[in-house]
């Protein structure tokens, strides 16, 4: 790779990292794919399309596994929700699970978020959720966390006036910066009031990290914001 290449190459917020996949999480992908997946290389993603024009659509940021995702899309039927994230055993165990439970308004995509973001219509959005992202604790490596300028430009671009910007770590500090980036932007209103955090709205489910960490004495910091 030349130093041009080396200047250009984008600063990914997440690591890829190689999960064991287990041999129903493969067969998802070769049977359930099709059904749930979606690739953005195939054709331009309209969530209008996709769900009906009709139909408020979320995006779900790095679902992981999927389990507050799933009882997302489970809980709100009437709801489309795109999920995306890029480790493959994460997707797998979802796909299993949506064929299990036959959510139908659900579709996933794995890839970089930020390339997804780019690629959708403007204001097509009622809601998006970024619930703990890698947190890039160390300092060195902070110009990593998703959550800068941009992103949240990227996000005031993509929600309809109304729609719901929910994110949630269990770094303090972290919170802290989103909470800063987020209220310095003009397209947001907190709706906890400036400088403040949300209480865990019903809509983000107790996933079993969370209440293994609440239980050890973590915090977790939750953020919702209104696009003007």
């Not at 979606?38 to 309209?46: E, G, K, N, Q, V």
């Not at 890029?86 to 579709?107: A, C, F, M, S, T």
């Given at each position: ?6 200047h250009h190459r984008p600063i ?37 399309r996709l769900f009906g024009p ?135 209103e907190n709706l906890a009031g ?35």
């Amino acid at each position: 790779m030349d130093e041009t290449q080396q200047h250009h190459r984008p600063i990914r917020s997440f690591v890829l990292r190689s999960g064991r996949m287990t041999e129903g999480q493969e067969r998802a992908f070769e049977l359930l794919w099709p059904k749930f997946g979606i690739d953005p290389a195939d054709a331009p993603i309209d969530p209008a399309r996709l769900f009906g024009p009709d139909r408020p659509v979320h995006l779900e940021i790095g679902f992981g596994n999927g389990e507050a995702l799933l009882e997302a899309a489970r809980q709100n039927p009437g709801i489309g929700y795109l999920g995306v994230e890029v480790h493959r055993p994460g997707v797998g165990y979802l796909l299993l699970k949506l064929e299990e439970q036959d959510i139908g308004n659900l579709r996933l995509i794995r890839q970089d978020a930020l390339e997804v973001m780019q690629g959708l219509p403007e204001h097509c959005l009622d809601g998006i959720r970024l619930f703990f992202p890698d947190p890039w604790h160390k300092r060195k490596h902070q110009k990593r966390r998703i959550v800068q300028p941009g992103f949240i430009a990227l996000c005031a671009r993509l929600l309809k006036p109304g729609g719901i910007l929910h994110m949630a770590t269990d770094w303090e500090d972290y919170a802290r910066q989103m909470l800063a980036v987020t209220g310095a932007s003009d397209a947001f209103e907190n709706l906890a009031g400036a400088g403040q955090y949300a209480p865990r709205p019903p809509t983000r489910p107790l996933t079993k990290f969370e209440q293994r960490g609440r239980r050890l004495g973590h915090g977790v910091w939750d953020l919702l914001f209104r696009r003007r």
